[in-house]
């Protein structure tokens, strides 16, 4: 297996909190991840691609191409007690190992910038769209797990699939601290309101502030992203597959 990492710059950060925001069910943590990018300026500082990713790449209308790839970012955010780390791409891993390898390799990153501490989001699927949907977290100690019920999420009981559960479990291993926020969603189409209540419970742990007005802007883009990686339309033809199809959401 390989997984290649391309770092560009090694920033000077002050107590880091990586923020996971892969694609899922709704897709909920790629709309945000794009969002904190674009509200804070977010520089990219490393790529990363893996043979676990998917077998393809995009032509574009220029004659170019886009692959399936992750990238870091970090956000200085100067007045507060935490810069930011933000992992983003357009797709997780397609294998078991691929998915830890993965993980491992962006933990190794971001401990080597100090950070200590993840956030990964994701969805939960429900049969129907909630207009106020429930959170629920998981996290890497009963500590951690009060201060995400604190800021109103409940418990996730079962299990957590994909990158979203796996950050926070190999987390634990590393001695990192951190925590999930899963959001109710239909989950087969990007969800811009998910998206938002997590971004809103987001700022509430980070004291950030936050403008959430052109959330839908980042929600748009994350659909074109993915229908041109031909993910949405694949999920929407093949329903009696979603487990499968699945696999690499949270």
């Known amino acids: 297996m390989v997984c290649s990492v391309d770092i560009s710059e090694k920033p000077q950060l002050n107590d880091p909190i990586l923020i996971e925001g ?50 870091l970012y970090y956000a200085k955010c100067d007045g507060n007690s935490h810069d930011l780390i933000i992992w983003y ?4 891993a397609l294998t078991t190992v691929g998915q830890y390898e993965l993980v491992g390799k962006v933990l190794d990153i971001c401990a080597d910038l100090g950070c200590k501490f993840v956030i990964s989001i994701g969805g939960f699927k429900k049969d129907e769209a909630q207009h106020i949907p429930q959170i629920y977290s998981t996290a890497t100690d009963l500590e951690t797990m009060q201060t995400a ?3 109103g999420t409940k418990v996730m009981v079962g299990h957590v699939f994909g990158i979203a559960g796996l950050s926070i479990g190999l987390a634990r291993i590393r001695e990192f601290h951190g925590f999930s926020l899963l959001v109710d969603t239909p989950g087969m189409e990007p969800d811009a309101n998910a998206a938002r209540h997590a971004l809103s419970t987001l700022s509430k742990y980070l004291e950030l502030p936050m403008n959430l007005s052109d959330l839908d802007e980042s929600c748009a883009k994350i659909k074109e992203i993915l229908e041109s990686f031909g993910i949405i339309r694949s ?16």
Request: cysteine-free; glycine content about 6%; hydrophobic content about 40%.
């Open 235 to 250: 999920l929407t033809e093949e329903k009696k597959k979603e487990e499968q199809q699945l696999r690499w959401f949270i």
């Open 89 to 92: 791409g357009n797709t997780q």
């Open 22 to 71: 892969l694609p899922g069910i709704g897709f909920v943590a790629n709309i945000a991840a794009l969002h904190l990018i674009n509200e804070y300026n977010a520089t990219k500082f490393a790529q990363i691609f893996s043979s676990s990713f998917q077998d393809f790449a995009i032509t574009t209308l220029d004659g170019g191409t886009r692959s399936p790839i992750n990238e």
């Open 149 to 151: 019920l604190d800021l």
